[in-house]
């Protein structure tokens, strides 16, 4: 692997601090499976749809959704398989420290 960049580092720890909000994440977490509508995670993540679409406009902004307009709404996924095998990987990790420290 090579030396990242000082801009990439700056992408990444923005990246990170992004997700760092608990609501942001369970938004993103939503769009993990497949293209979902603003109200429908406004249900998952028990959120208001404004503040929704706020979040969904950073992560857009960040490249880790995408939205595709069905004719008066607009589905949101995972980007790309980079953001979606990256929270992928983060879900197990702590599964697994949680099954680890349950089996003591």
Avoid: W
Avoid at 6 to 22: C, F, K, M, N, S
Avoid at 55 to 71: D, I, K, P
Wanted: proline residues 4%; charged residues 25%.
């Amino acid at each position: 692997m090579t030396t990242p960049s000082d801009e990439q580092i700056t992408v990444i720890a923005e990246t990170y601090r992004l997700l760092g909000d608990p609501t942001r994440l369970r938004v993103l977490l939503a769009c993990l499976a497949e293209p979902i509508a603003v109200g429908d995670i406004a249900k998952a993540v028990n959120a208001s749809p404004s503040l929704v679409s706020h979040h969904l406009r950073l992560l857009r902004g960040a490249r880790l959704v995408r939205g595709t307009r069905r004719n008066k709404q607009v589905f949101y996924e995972t980007a790309d398989a980079h953001v979606a095998d990256m929270l992928s990987g983060m879900l197990e990790h702590t599964m697994e420290e949680h099954d680890e420290a349950s089996n003591g």
